[in-house]
Antibody, heavy 122, light 111 residues
Framework: QITLKESGPTLVKPTQTLTLTCNFSGFSLTTSGVAVGWIRQPPGKALEWLALIYWDADKRYNPSLKSRLTITKDTSKNQVVLTMTNMDPVDTATYYC??????????????WGPGALVTVSS | QTVVTQEPSLTVSPGGTVTLTCASNTGPVTSVLYPNWFQQKPGQSPRALIYNTGKRHSWTPARFSGSLLGGRAALTLSGVQPEDEAEYYCLLYYGGTQVWVFGGGTKLTVL
């Protein structure tokens, strides 16, 4: 059974850097075709894909946020970390991590974490 | 900028059939965009329903089906149940830039 859970601060100040951790179980981020992604959702608004890290450490970012995002993985801890610099109140959102498969059988996100609400305010 | 567009809202009667669509401003949606569909209820995480245009996940009820329709990805709900009332999001993969883009979501009301 695949599970993921996001953790990090619930409140950050404008201009600060946000660091979120995704702890997962039920799969290995060393398996070919496996990836973990981050997605966010401002209150009452749509989902927005942020970043993806693959089993081979290849990384992809949302072009509109690329300069502010860094995604890394620690396979020994079953963790993926997302950092976002220069936080602004418009970055207030629930941040989700999700398991991704890019194998021959399909290209999809399937299991999601419960989400972590991050508020940006002074 | 790549924009993926969905109907903002749709209403369907219980037992009825409804089709939600997903369009891309870059051109027709095809299978190479690997359309994914998700359902999200208030206060919950998104739940994956469909991937690779029309493949169901193991937990997806058979009344949900995905297809390509008129240059768009489509999600059809047949025999709609009251519990299908939710927000539905499509997600497309742009292989040239290797990025994923969500649609704006469709709020489905079962009334």
């Amino acid at each position: 059974q695949i599970t993921l859970k996001e953790s990090g601060p619930t409140l950050v100040k404008p201009t600060q850097t946000l660091t979120l951790t995704c702890n997962f179980s039920g799969f290995s981020l060393t398996t070919s075709g496996v990836a973990v992604g981050w997605i966010r959702q401002p209150p009452g608004k749509a989902l927005e894909w942020l970043a993806l890290i693959y089993w081979d450490a290849d990384k992809r970012y949302n072009p509109s946020l690329k300069s502010r995002l860094t995604i890394t993985k620690d396979t020994s801890k079953n963790q993926v970390v997302l950092t976002m610099t220069n936080m602004d109140p418009v970055d207030t959102a629930t941040y989700y991590c999700a398991h991704h498969s890019a194998a021959l059988a399909g290209n999809y996100f399937d299991s999601w974490g419960p989400g972590a609400l991050v508020t940006v305010s002074s | 900028q790549t924009v993926v567009t969905q109907e903002p809202s749709l209403t369907v009667s219980p037992g009825g059939t409804v089709t939600l669509t997903c369009a891309s401003n870059t051109g027709p949606v095809t299978s190479v965009l690997y359309p994914n569909w998700f359902q999200q209820k208030p206060g919950q995480s998104p739940r994956a329903l469909i991937y690779n245009t029309g493949k169901r996940h193991s937990w997806t009820p058979a009344r949900f089906s995905g297809s390509l329709l008129g240059g768009r990805a489509a999600l059809t709900l047949s025999g709609v149940q009251p519990e299908d009332e939710a927000e539905y999001y499509c997600l497309l993969y742009y292989g040239g830039t290797q990025v994923w883009v969500f649609g704006g979501g469709t709020k489905l009301t079962v009334l």
